[in-house]
Protein backbone atom coordinates (compact mmCIF):
# COMPACT_ATOMS: atom_id res chain seq x y z
CA UNK A 1 0.00 0.00 0.00
CA UNK A 2 1.42 3.36 -1.01
CA UNK A 3 1.45 5.45 1.48
CA UNK A 4 -0.53 8.99 1.42
CA UNK A 5 0.94 12.12 -0.16
CA UNK A 6 1.45 14.25 3.01
CA UNK A 7 4.50 16.15 3.80
CA UNK A 8 5.44 14.14 7.13
CA UNK A 9 5.26 11.22 5.38
CA UNK A 10 8.14 9.14 4.87
CA UNK A 11 9.66 6.75 2.53
CA UNK A 12 10.31 3.45 3.72
CA UNK A 13 13.39 1.17 2.48
CA UNK A 14 10.88 -0.88 0.70
CA UNK A 15 9.46 1.99 -1.37
CA UNK A 16 12.70 3.20 -2.54
CA UNK A 17 15.23 0.44 -2.02
CA UNK A 18 19.01 0.81 -2.96
CA UNK A 19 20.50 0.02 -6.18
CA UNK A 20 22.05 -3.48 -6.75
CA UNK A 21 25.75 -2.92 -8.27
CA UNK A 22 26.01 -6.51 -9.02
CA UNK A 23 22.96 -6.22 -11.65
CA UNK A 24 23.47 -3.61 -12.88
CA UNK A 25 27.22 -4.51 -13.75
CA UNK A 26 25.92 -7.81 -14.94
CA UNK A 27 24.02 -5.73 -17.77
CA UNK A 28 25.85 -2.92 -18.70
CA UNK A 29 29.39 -3.89 -18.30
CA UNK A 30 30.10 -6.30 -21.80
CA UNK A 31 33.07 -7.02 -23.65
CA UNK A 32 33.79 -4.34 -26.22
CA UNK A 33 31.40 -2.05 -24.80
CA UNK A 34 31.83 1.28 -23.62
CA UNK A 35 30.95 1.04 -19.77
CA UNK A 36 33.94 -0.29 -17.94
CA UNK A 37 33.57 -0.34 -14.45
CA UNK A 38 30.61 0.49 -12.32
CA UNK A 39 30.50 1.86 -8.67
CA UNK A 40 27.36 2.63 -6.51
CA UNK A 41 28.00 4.93 -3.14
CA UNK A 42 25.89 5.58 -0.53
CA UNK A 43 26.33 9.37 -0.10
CA UNK A 44 29.10 11.64 -1.67
CA UNK A 45 29.02 14.94 -1.88
CA UNK A 46 29.29 14.93 -6.44
CA UNK A 47 29.83 12.62 -8.53
CA UNK A 48 31.35 14.82 -11.10
CA UNK A 49 33.89 15.65 -8.14
CA UNK A 50 34.54 12.90 -7.64
CA UNK A 51 35.62 11.10 -10.71
CA UNK A 52 37.21 14.82 -11.83
CA UNK A 53 39.74 14.25 -8.90
CA UNK A 54 39.93 10.46 -10.11
CA UNK A 55 40.64 12.15 -13.58
CA UNK A 56 43.72 14.05 -12.89
CA UNK A 57 45.31 10.88 -12.41
CA UNK A 58 44.52 8.88 -14.93
CA UNK A 59 41.06 7.27 -15.28
CA UNK A 60 39.48 4.80 -17.71
CA UNK A 61 36.90 5.78 -20.41
CA UNK A 62 33.78 3.98 -19.42
CA UNK A 63 34.15 4.38 -15.67
CA UNK A 64 30.38 5.08 -14.05
CA UNK A 65 30.42 6.97 -10.50
CA UNK A 66 26.69 6.09 -9.06
CA UNK A 67 25.51 7.84 -5.70
CA UNK A 68 22.30 7.25 -3.59
CA UNK A 69 22.74 10.52 -2.42
CA UNK A 70 24.72 13.37 -3.05
CA UNK A 71 25.25 16.15 -0.14
CA UNK A 72 26.74 18.69 -2.66
CA UNK A 73 25.26 17.95 -6.18
CA UNK A 74 25.99 21.02 -8.68
CA UNK A 75 24.41 22.05 -11.52
CA UNK A 76 25.27 24.79 -13.98
CA UNK A 77 26.09 27.95 -12.75
CA UNK A 78 27.18 26.91 -9.31
CA UNK A 79 23.69 25.77 -8.23
CA UNK A 80 23.39 22.91 -6.20
CA UNK A 81 21.10 19.66 -6.59
CA UNK A 82 19.81 17.52 -3.92
CA UNK A 83 17.21 15.54 -2.78
CA UNK A 84 16.09 12.64 -0.76
CA UNK A 85 18.33 9.62 -0.54
CA UNK A 86 17.48 6.58 -3.05
CA UNK A 87 14.64 8.80 -4.79
CA UNK A 88 16.37 9.74 -7.77
CA UNK A 89 19.32 9.15 -10.46
CA UNK A 90 22.61 10.76 -9.69
CA UNK A 91 25.68 9.74 -11.45
CA UNK A 92 28.73 11.04 -13.77
CA UNK A 93 30.55 8.58 -16.45
CA UNK A 94 33.63 9.60 -17.95
CA UNK A 95 34.42 9.81 -21.52
CA UNK A 96 37.25 10.18 -23.63
CA UNK A 97 36.41 10.91 -27.38
CA UNK A 98 40.41 11.19 -27.94
CA UNK A 99 40.21 11.21 -31.50
CA UNK A 100 37.64 14.05 -32.37
CA UNK A 101 38.16 17.70 -32.43
CA UNK A 102 38.05 18.96 -29.54
CA UNK A 103 36.35 22.18 -29.92
CA UNK A 104 33.04 19.18 -30.80
CA UNK A 105 33.35 18.05 -27.69
CA UNK A 106 31.02 21.16 -26.78
CA UNK A 107 28.05 18.93 -27.99
CA UNK A 108 28.43 16.06 -25.20
CA UNK A 109 26.33 17.49 -22.96
CA UNK A 110 23.59 18.00 -25.71
CA UNK A 111 24.46 14.52 -26.55
CA UNK A 112 23.45 13.24 -23.06
CA UNK A 113 20.30 15.37 -23.10
CA UNK A 114 19.44 13.80 -26.24
CA UNK A 115 19.87 9.90 -24.87
CA UNK A 116 18.65 10.66 -21.54
CA UNK A 117 15.18 11.45 -23.01
CA UNK A 118 15.41 8.72 -25.56
CA UNK A 119 15.93 5.81 -22.54
CA UNK A 120 13.27 7.52 -20.39
CA UNK A 121 11.02 7.29 -23.00
CA UNK A 122 11.37 3.91 -23.94
CA UNK A 123 11.77 2.85 -20.25
CA UNK A 124 9.43 5.19 -18.42
CA UNK A 125 7.30 5.93 -21.00
CA UNK A 126 8.30 9.94 -20.15
CA UNK A 127 7.80 12.04 -23.16
CA UNK A 128 11.17 14.76 -21.70
CA UNK A 129 11.59 17.88 -23.48
CA UNK A 130 15.25 19.23 -23.53
CA UNK A 131 15.69 22.95 -22.47
CA UNK A 132 18.94 24.32 -23.71
CA UNK A 133 21.27 23.85 -22.93
CA UNK A 134 20.80 21.17 -20.25
CA UNK A 135 17.80 20.65 -18.30
CA UNK A 136 15.21 18.14 -18.77
CA UNK A 137 11.78 19.16 -18.34
CA UNK A 138 8.38 17.03 -18.11
CA UNK A 139 4.91 17.95 -18.49
CA UNK A 140 2.74 17.60 -15.14
CA UNK A 141 -0.66 16.09 -16.03
CA UNK A 142 -3.44 17.63 -14.28
CA UNK A 143 -4.36 15.64 -10.95
CA UNK A 144 -0.75 14.95 -9.65
CA UNK A 145 -0.63 17.06 -6.46
CA UNK A 146 0.17 20.17 -5.33
CA UNK A 147 3.54 21.88 -5.63
CA UNK A 148 5.62 23.57 -2.54
CA UNK A 149 3.88 26.83 -1.94
CA UNK A 150 1.13 26.41 -4.79
CA UNK A 151 -3.01 25.24 -4.11
CA UNK A 152 -2.52 22.75 -7.18
CA UNK A 153 -0.48 22.04 -10.20
CA UNK A 154 -1.45 23.81 -13.40
CA UNK A 155 -2.19 21.42 -16.04
CA UNK A 156 0.34 20.96 -18.83
CA UNK A 157 3.30 23.13 -17.13
CA UNK A 158 6.80 22.36 -17.36
CA UNK A 159 8.97 21.47 -14.75
CA UNK A 160 12.44 20.35 -14.86
CA UNK A 161 13.37 17.14 -13.74
CA UNK A 162 16.69 16.63 -15.08
CA UNK A 163 20.10 18.42 -15.22
CA UNK A 164 23.58 17.70 -16.79
CA UNK A 165 26.89 19.18 -16.41
CA UNK A 166 29.87 18.38 -18.12
CA UNK A 167 33.27 19.60 -16.78
CA UNK A 168 37.03 18.87 -18.38
CA UNK A 169 38.74 16.27 -16.30
CA UNK A 170 42.17 14.33 -17.28
CA UNK A 171 42.26 13.60 -20.79
CA UNK A 172 38.34 13.76 -21.06
CA UNK A 173 34.71 15.14 -19.84
CA UNK A 174 33.17 14.06 -16.72
CA UNK A 175 29.12 13.90 -17.65
CA UNK A 176 26.88 14.25 -14.66
CA UNK A 177 23.39 13.65 -14.96
CA UNK A 178 20.78 13.98 -12.05
CA UNK A 179 17.33 13.27 -12.25
CA UNK A 180 14.50 12.92 -9.87
CA UNK A 181 12.58 10.23 -9.98
CA UNK A 182 10.13 9.40 -7.00
CA UNK A 183 9.92 12.76 -5.57
CA UNK A 184 6.10 13.71 -4.37
CA UNK A 185 5.32 17.17 -4.49
CA UNK A 186 5.90 17.52 -0.99
CA UNK A 187 9.60 16.59 -1.71
CA UNK A 188 10.24 19.21 -4.68
CA UNK A 189 13.01 21.71 -3.72
CA UNK A 190 10.90 24.41 -5.26
CA UNK A 191 8.16 25.15 -7.31
CA UNK A 192 9.72 24.83 -10.83
CA UNK A 193 10.84 21.19 -10.08
CA UNK A 194 9.10 17.74 -10.93
CA UNK A 195 9.51 14.31 -11.01
CA UNK A 196 9.07 11.46 -13.11
CA UNK A 197 6.51 9.97 -10.99
CA UNK A 198 4.28 13.24 -10.96
CA UNK A 199 4.98 12.94 -14.82
CA UNK A 200 3.19 9.73 -14.84
CA UNK A 201 6.06 7.71 -15.39
CA UNK A 202 5.40 3.36 -16.15
CA UNK A 203 7.95 3.03 -13.98
CA UNK A 204 9.88 4.19 -11.38
CA UNK A 205 12.49 1.06 -10.98
CA UNK A 206 15.45 3.04 -10.74
CA UNK A 207 18.12 0.03 -12.00
CA UNK A 208 15.21 -0.18 -15.27
CA UNK A 209 15.98 3.61 -15.95
CA UNK A 210 19.60 3.59 -15.37
CA UNK A 211 20.10 0.89 -17.46
CA UNK A 212 18.14 2.20 -20.18
CA UNK A 213 19.51 6.25 -20.14
CA UNK A 214 22.97 4.08 -20.16
CA UNK A 215 22.62 1.96 -22.66
CA UNK A 216 21.42 5.25 -24.97
CA UNK A 217 24.14 7.06 -23.93
CA UNK A 218 26.67 4.66 -25.62
CA UNK A 219 24.44 4.34 -28.40
CA UNK A 220 24.70 7.75 -29.13
CA UNK A 221 27.80 8.52 -27.84
CA UNK A 222 29.00 5.65 -30.64
CA UNK A 223 27.14 7.35 -33.04
CA UNK A 224 28.70 10.85 -32.72
CA UNK A 225 32.43 9.10 -32.56
CA UNK A 226 31.89 7.58 -35.26
CA UNK A 227 30.96 10.62 -36.92
CA UNK A 228 34.41 12.52 -36.10
CA UNK A 229 32.28 14.24 -33.39
CA UNK A 230 29.93 15.77 -36.55
CA UNK A 231 26.73 16.49 -34.78
CA UNK A 232 24.64 16.50 -38.37
CA UNK A 233 26.27 13.47 -39.61
CA UNK A 234 25.68 11.64 -36.21
CA UNK A 235 21.84 13.34 -36.71
CA UNK A 236 21.92 14.35 -32.79
CA UNK A 237 21.73 18.00 -34.24
CA UNK A 238 18.79 16.85 -35.48
CA UNK A 239 17.52 14.57 -33.00
CA UNK A 240 18.54 17.43 -30.14
CA UNK A 241 16.51 19.95 -32.27
CA UNK A 242 13.48 17.90 -32.31
CA UNK A 243 13.10 17.69 -28.63
CA UNK A 244 13.84 21.04 -27.82
CA UNK A 245 11.75 22.59 -25.79
CA UNK A 246 13.44 26.15 -26.18
CA UNK A 247 13.23 26.02 -29.86
CA UNK A 248 9.89 28.29 -31.52
CA UNK A 249 9.93 30.66 -28.11
CA UNK A 250 10.50 34.19 -27.19
CA UNK A 251 13.36 33.51 -24.51
CA UNK A 252 15.68 35.60 -22.40
CA UNK A 253 19.28 35.14 -22.51
CA UNK A 254 20.89 35.90 -19.34
CA UNK A 255 24.80 36.07 -20.34
CA UNK A 256 28.45 36.54 -18.79
CA UNK A 257 28.87 40.20 -18.16
CA UNK A 258 25.69 40.93 -16.93
CA UNK A 259 24.11 41.14 -20.62
CA UNK A 260 20.73 40.04 -21.53
CA UNK A 261 19.21 39.31 -25.20
CA UNK A 262 15.69 38.87 -26.07
CA UNK A 263 14.61 37.28 -29.18
CA UNK A 264 13.07 34.06 -30.54
CA UNK A 265 14.97 30.84 -30.28
CA UNK A 266 15.05 29.74 -34.33
CA UNK A 267 18.04 26.86 -34.12
CA UNK A 268 20.55 24.81 -32.78
CA UNK A 269 23.31 25.63 -35.23
CA UNK A 270 26.13 22.99 -35.86
CA UNK A 271 28.31 24.07 -32.62
CA UNK A 272 25.56 23.21 -30.60
CA UNK A 273 24.55 27.16 -29.79
CA UNK A 274 21.25 28.37 -29.64
CA UNK A 275 20.44 31.23 -32.03
CA UNK A 276 18.74 33.84 -31.37
CA UNK A 277 16.47 36.21 -33.66
CA UNK A 278 16.42 39.37 -32.21
CA UNK A 279 14.16 42.50 -32.60
CA UNK A 280 16.48 44.25 -34.82
CA UNK A 281 16.29 41.59 -37.15
CA UNK A 282 19.81 40.14 -36.44
CA UNK A 283 20.43 36.49 -35.36
CA UNK A 284 22.65 35.63 -32.49
CA UNK A 285 24.00 32.75 -31.76
CA UNK A 286 24.52 31.74 -28.04
CA UNK A 287 27.04 29.38 -26.38
CA UNK A 288 26.70 30.31 -22.84
CA UNK A 289 24.27 31.62 -20.71
CA UNK A 290 21.32 30.74 -18.93
CA UNK A 291 17.81 30.44 -20.49
CA UNK A 292 14.54 31.74 -19.76
CA UNK A 293 11.43 30.80 -21.53
CA UNK A 294 8.81 33.30 -21.76
CA UNK A 295 6.22 32.84 -24.44
CA UNK A 296 5.68 30.18 -27.24
CA UNK A 297 3.63 27.40 -28.17
CA UNK A 298 2.97 26.57 -24.61
CA UNK A 299 3.24 29.35 -23.12
CA UNK A 300 4.52 29.53 -19.63
CA UNK A 301 7.47 30.84 -17.97
CA UNK A 302 10.28 28.30 -17.30
Same mark, same amino acid.
Given at each position: MTPPDAPHNRWSDLDRPPLNAAALRRGLLKPGGLWTSL???GTTGSTNSDLAARAASGLAEGTVLVAE???AGRGRLDRSWTAPPRSGLFFSVYLTPGDVPPERWGWLPLLAGVATATGLAQSAGVDMALKWPNDLLVTIPTGSG? $? &????????????KTGGILAERAGDGVVIGIGLNVSL???E $? &????????ALAGAVSTDRETLLRAVLRSLEEWYGRWREANGDAAESGLQAAYA???ATLDRTVRAELPGDRSVVGEAVAIDGDGRLVLATGDGLQEPVSAGDIVHLRGAEGGLT
Open positions: EIVEQTT $L &PGETGTPPGAERRAA $L &PAPQAGSLAGC
